[in-house]
């Protein structure tokens, strides 16, 4: 009898010990509630193990088995890839917007406006020759022009920079969510090594999982152990246990940063797939283009107008002045191995040209590219140390295009324009000096880039000379100066021609390129509504299965704080009955 006392006892204690742990289990629910990172944890009651009796096997009571947490892998997993899809377009169309912003032509003061009042204003001039009113009006409105060019090139090169900048911390973040999980996943594994599980690691586990499946498309698996191992696009290991695979970020020539997969040296931005890196990447494909677009427009525009009116004269008699001025960029690539420098060189046959440009017999504005082929040796005559490609169009140049000087002890001149028209031979459009003096000649792999419009919408400017209105050059003959005016009308029919890329006028070209950053913009930012609400319904599923019910949990509450009583109260009956038998003997 008193055996079976002391059983009662004990099923009584422990089953006050399990409602006291379910009480512990819903007190936590209910502190984490409005944390979202958080997953409902739920005590699982199992009988515990019988005794013998003569009457068979007797219960000894109930114990909390296990603690879950209440988590649906495969919707977590739909979530995950949502959440890389919502960050991928989310970030794109807020790229987009930026670029959409600055072709803004809602108001009379875009860039569309004011090309039409500088053709007007050249239209103008044309038919007033000798009117200082009219050249005081070309020379104004040619200022506004230049410097909205100016704000646009600048614009599209900050964000250009913040997209880089965006992209340049999205690599480290990846790197430092993964060092986190790794370190997550040895103490998971050190937490749960007698069989336990340590939910509250995992809903952190889980929480940075997210993290980064919203910066990239990864793949993820639990191995025999209960570790996680990540992998980026391609199979590449981002975690396998506890090792961790870093990624790096790394700059090209034009400073646009691209993702490197450990010490491989070669670019894979494909590693990340979608989420808020690939974003970044499409948006500053979209900016690159936009911006190429840009300068493409502004280098027509400098080109065309240069090379009619550094033929024209003007009122002083003088001939020879470009219109505008801007920097042409000269660029040595950033893997050279040589010392090699590169600057522009004044060819006795162009030296009057503005830096080493002869406008009159220049053929295009088109950008290229000196690639050695094999290392420099100035005493190897007749040997294709090098070829030069127009970048613009992809063509290598024929070597008869080019000339090549060598006659000075550690330069190299250059002079070309891509033609192979004879009568252009002795003057050539680009001249370059190639300087290694004072270190080691070109190597093989060396490549030096020229870009006649890299720049151009940055930089583009009215000739200073010009501030001086009787300098503008409107005519082609200097003993008709100054009624003569087919200059100026030339320059106004550039308007009218397909200048740009051979096939647009300036007006179709830029309505083509504002259209299709427009369009842009609103497909990425369509997508992302489309994203986003998909994501909200997976996420209320979700929550439906992990989230905190206050209500539920109250509920819980009474029910196991009345069973606490209930067994607390069996605990007080047997006391009484063990006490009688106590008196009793």
């Known amino acids: 009898m008193v055996v079976g006392l002391s059983n009662a006892l004990n099923t009584a204690k422990v089953g006050m010990m399990a409602n006291m742990t379910s009480i512990d289990i819903i007190g936590h629910n209910i502190a984490n509630a409005n944390n979202p990172d958080y997953r409902r944890q739920v005590g699982y009651l199992e009988t515990t193990n019988p005794i013998p009796s003569a009457l068979g096997p007797r219960g000894t009571g109930v114990q909390v088995s296990r603690v879950e947490s209440l988590y649906d892998r495969f919707l977590f997993r739909q979530v995950n890839y949502e959440q890389s899809n919502q960050g991928m377009w989310e970030s794109l169309a807020?790229?987009?917007?930026?670029?959409?912003?600055?072709?803004?032509?809602?108001?009379?003061?875009?860039?569309?406006?004011?090309?039409?009042?500088?053709?007007?204003?050249w239209e103008d001039?044309?038919?007033?020759?000798?009117?200082?009113?009219?050249?005081?009006?070309?020379?104004?409105?040619?200022?506004?022009?230049?410097?909205?060019?100016?704000?646009?090139?600048?614009?599209?090169?900050?964000?250009?920079?913040?997209?880089?900048?965006?992209?340049?911390?999205?690599?480290?973040?990846?790197?430092?969510?993964?060092?986190?999980?790794?370190?997550?996943?040895?103490?998971?594994?050190?937490?749960?090594?007698?069989?336990?599980?340590?939910?509250?690691?995992?809903?952190?586990?889980?929480?940075?999982?997210?993290?980064?499946?919203?910066?990239?498309?990864?793949?993820?698996?639990?191995?025999?152990?209960?570790?996680l191992n990540i992998m980026l696009q391609g199979g590449k290991p981002l975690i396998l246990g506890s090792e961790v695979f870093h990624i790096q970020?790394?700059?090209?020539?034009?400073?646009?940063?691209?993702?490197?997969?450990?010490?491989?040296?070669?670019?894979?931005?494909?590693?990340?797939?979608?989420?808020?890196?690939?974003?970044?990447?499409?948006?500053?494909?979209?900016?690159?283009?936009?911006?190429?677009?840009?300068?493409?427009?502004?280098?027509?525009?400098?080109?065309?107008?240069?090379?009619?009116?550094?033929?024209?004269?003007?009122?002083?008699?003088?001939?020879?002045?470009?219109?505008?001025?801007?920097?042409?960029?000269?660029?040595?690539?950033?893997?050279?191995?040589?010392?090699?420098t590169i600057s522009f060189h004044a060819d006795p046959t162009s030296a009057e040209a503005p830096e080493?440009?002869?406008?009159?017999?220049?053929?295009?504005?088109?950008?290229?590219?000196?690639?050695?082929?094999?290392?420099?040796?100035?005493?190897?005559?007749?040997?294709?140390?090098?070829?030069?490609?127009?970048?613009?169009?992809?063509?290598e140049l024929d070597a008869a295009s080019y000339a090549v000087d060598e006659s000075v002890a550690g330069e190299l001149v250059i002079s070309f324009n891509d033609s192979t028209d004879p009568a252009l031979t002795p003057d050539k459009g680009y001249h370059l000096k190639l300087n290694y003096g004072s270190g080691t000649e070109p190597q093989n792999g060396d490549t030096f880039n020229l870009s006649f419009g890299a720049h151009a919408a940055r930089t583009v400017v009215v000739n200073q000379e010009l501030e001086n209105p009787d300098k503008i050059a409107i005519s082609d003959n200097y003993f008709e100066v100054p009624g003569n005016n087919k200059i100026a009308l030339e320059i106004a029919q550039l308007q009218h021609q397909q200048v740009v890329n051979g096939r647009y006028t300036y007006a179709e070209f830029y309505t083509s390129l504002?259209?299709?950053?427009?369009?842009?913009?609103?497909?990425?930012?369509?997508?992302?509504?489309?994203s986003k609400q998909v994501l909200e319904q997976l996420n209320i599923r979700e929550e439906s299965v992990s989230g905190v019910s206050i209500d539920e949990e109250m509920t819980n509450l009474i029910k196991f704080q009345q069973s606490y009583q209930a067994t607390a109260r069996m605990v007080t009956t047997i006391d009484e009955l063990m006490q009688i038998l106590n008196d009793m003997l």
């Open 94 to 121: 807020g790229g987009l917007d930026s670029v959409e912003r600055v072709f803004n032509d809602l108001n009379d003061n875009g860039l569309a406006a004011q090309m039409a009042e500088f053709w007007g204003a």
């Open 125 to 227: 001039l044309a038919n007033q020759p000798e009117g200082g009113i009219e050249r005081e009006a070309l020379t104004g409105k040619s200022r506004v022009l230049s410097a909205t060019f100016n704000s646009m090139g600048d614009d599209l090169d900050f964000q250009r920079q913040v997209l880089n900048s965006y992209f340049d911390k999205g690599v480290a973040d990846i790197n430092q969510l993964a060092d986190s999980l790794g370190a997550l996943n040895q103490a998971i594994l050190e937490a749960e090594v007698n069989g336990g599980l340590a939910n509250d690691l995992r809903d952190k586990q889980l929480a940075l999982l997210s993290d980064l499946s919203s910066l990239a498309d990864i793949d993820y698996n639990e191995d025999n152990s209960g570790q």
């Open 249 to 340: 970020s790394k700059a090209d020539d034009q400073g646009d940063f691209h993702v490197y997969f450990g010490s491989e040296g070669v670019a894979n931005d494909d590693l990340l797939g979608s989420g808020k890196m690939k974003g970044w990447i499409d948006a500053r494909s979209e900016l690159v283009q936009a911006q190429d677009d840009l300068n493409r427009m502004s280098s027509a525009l400098i080109f065309g107008v240069n090379q009619a009116h550094f033929q024209g004269y003007n009122l002083d008699g003088e001939t020879a002045l470009t219109f505008f001025d801007h920097r042409i960029g000269l660029v040595e690539g950033q893997e050279n191995i040589g010392d090699t």
């Open 356 to 395: 080493g440009i002869a406008w009159a017999t220049l053929a295009n504005y088109d950008d290229f590219e000196i690639r050695f082929t094999d290392n420099y040796n100035a005493d190897v005559t007749n040997t294709p140390e090098f070829i030069i490609v127009n970048t613009t169009t992809g063509v």
């Open 514 to 530: 504002v259209s299709r950053v427009g369009s842009a913009s609103y497909t990425a930012q369509s997508r992302q509504s489309q």
